[in-house]
C-alpha cells in the first residue's frame, strides 16, 4: 500500500511548515484554530504563556506517585445478590428468570438458584435484573467535558481542532474523571480509552492519575498529539516510562487498568512501520481507526499481508470495508469497534446497516462504542438498541439474505465480545464463575421497564442508565440506590464545568464563555 502524500502547504500548514492533521487524517483548517491555539499546537510547553489570564481550573491533584493511594477505595466486599433476572451472557448458565450470584473478594463466586453462602451481606434483587457490566472498545476520554462545545454549523470536527491545544493537564485528569464516573454510573465496567491528543508526558500522568482515581477497568491507550506531523512517530520513550511508573511493581491500578497503544495507521507507510516496529517489541495491543468515509489507507486485507493483523489488533469503524477486509479478520480473528452514533453521523460511505450485517454474518467480533460524547450519549443501552433496530436486511439489496441482528447479539457487542476486542475475555464481560465482578443490577419494576416479558428484550429496548440500582466493578459497589457511592459527582461536575469554562476561554471564538467567571452549582 504505497503511503498517502501530505498536503501540499496552504493554509492548512503548522508553524514550521509541515501539514496539520487530525487522528482520521484530515487536514485541520488553520481558521478553526485561534492563533493561541495554532501555536500551542506546536507543543505543550507553548500553552503556559499564552493562558497566563485564563480563569483558575479547580486544582487536580498532582501527578500519582506509585505506591500512594488515590483516595479511599470502597472494599472488596463478601455479597450474595439474591434472587435477580438473569442475563450471564455466559452460554452454559444462560438467562434464567431467577438467580443468585455470590461474589466475594472481587469474585463471582457461584451462580445459580437458592444459593445458601455463609458470612455473605445480602443484596435483595428480587426486583432487579442483573447483567455483566458493559465493555466500551472506543472512547476519546480527553475530550468528555467537550461534549457541548459543538452547535449547528460547528460539529464534530471543528470543535475539536479549534480546542485541542487549548487543554492544560489539569483539564484532561477532569475530562477523564468526568468521562469514568459517568460510564461507571451508566454500567460501564470497562472503557478503552483513545488518547489521540496526548500532548506531552505530563498529560499521560493526569489521566492516568484520573484512572487511579476512577476506579473503572480500562486500557488506557496511549497515542500521539492531535495535529501531530504525520511523519512523526509518537513518543515510545515517554510509553517505556509510563510503562515503568503506572504498569511496575508499584502500579496503583491493581490490575485494573492495562497499557496499549493507538497508531494513525499506514497512510504514511514509512512512520507506520516505524511505529509497528516498537510496539512489537513491546508486545502492546494496538488500535486503529478504520474509516467512515467511501475510501481508507487503512484496510484490513492489508495490514494482514503486511503480518500486523491479529487478535490484539483492533479496528474502528471499518465501514469502506470489503469481502476481502472481512475475510481477513475472520482469518486473523481482529476485532472490530463499531461507534454506532457516530457511524450515523460521520458515517460518509453509508451502508451503515449493511457493514454491521455483514460482519456479524462473517463471524468477526463486533464490539460497541461511543467514539466521543460530543457524537453520542454515554448509554450503552441506546447503542444496542440503535444497533438492534437498524440491524435489518433490506429488500432488493445485497443484504437481504443477511441476518437480521437479534437481541442476544445486540447485548454480547457490548459486553462479552467488548471483553474480547480488549483481550479481556477471561476477565470480564459475563456472569461467570472465577471471572471479576462487574455486575450491574437493573431496577425492573421502573415504570418504563414494567412489566418483563423477555428479558434480553426487555435490556436492549426498555432500559437506560436511570433505571441502574447497583454497579459492582472488580467486586466494589460503586453505585447503590441509583447514587454513586465511590465518587462525589457534585464534586467532579462542578470540576468539569470549571475547566470546560478554562478550555473555551483559552480556545476562543465562536466557544468563548458569555461570563468570564467559572459557572457554580
Known sequence: MPPTQSPSPSENDGIDGTAIVDDCGRPVPAHTLGRRALLAAAGATAIAPLF???????????????????GRKPD???????????????????????ADIEVRDGVIVQVGPDLKVRGAKTIDASRMIAMPGFVETHYHMWSALGRNFVSTGFEYFAAKSATVAAYQPDDFYHSVLLGLVECASAGITTVNNWSHNTRGPEYADAELHAHADGLVRARYSYGHRDGQPATQPIDFADIDRVSRTWFGPKSPFDGLVHLGVNLRGPGQLANFLVEMAEVQKRKLP???????????????AALEQMGFLGPDFLLCHALPFDEADRQAMVRTGAPVSFSV?????????????????RMLAAGITVSLSF????????????????????????????TADLPAVVFKQAIEMATINGAKALGLEKVTGSITPGKRADIVLIRADDLNIAPIGDLESTVVRSATPANIDTVLIDGRIVKRDRKMVSHDADTVVRNAAAAAHAVRTRAGGILTPASTKPPTF
Open 76 to 98: 472488596r466486599g463478601h455479597y450474595l445478590i439474591k434472587g435477580a433476572a438473569l442475563v450471564s451472557v455466559d452460554p452454559t448458565i444462560g438467562t434464567r428468570a431467577r
Open 286 to 300: 494496538i488500535s486503529v481507526h478504520s474509516g467512515q468515509g467511501p475510501t481508507t489507507a487503512v484496510r484490513a
Open 52 to 70: 497566563t489570564g485564563a480563569p483558575a481550573v479547580a486544582a487536580s491533584p498532582g501527578p500519582h506517585q506509585p505506591g500512594t493511594k488515590s
Open 341 to 357: 452514533h457516530s457511524e450515523l453521523r460521520l458515517g460518509t460511505a453509508g451502508g451503515f446497516h449493511g457493514q454491521l450485517l
Open 371 to 398: 467514539d466521543a460524547s460530543s457524537l453520542a450519549p454515554i448509554n450503552m443501552f441506546e447503542s444496542m438498541n440503535v444497533a438492534w433496530n437498524l440491524g435489518i436486511p433490506w429488500l432488493g439489496s445485497d
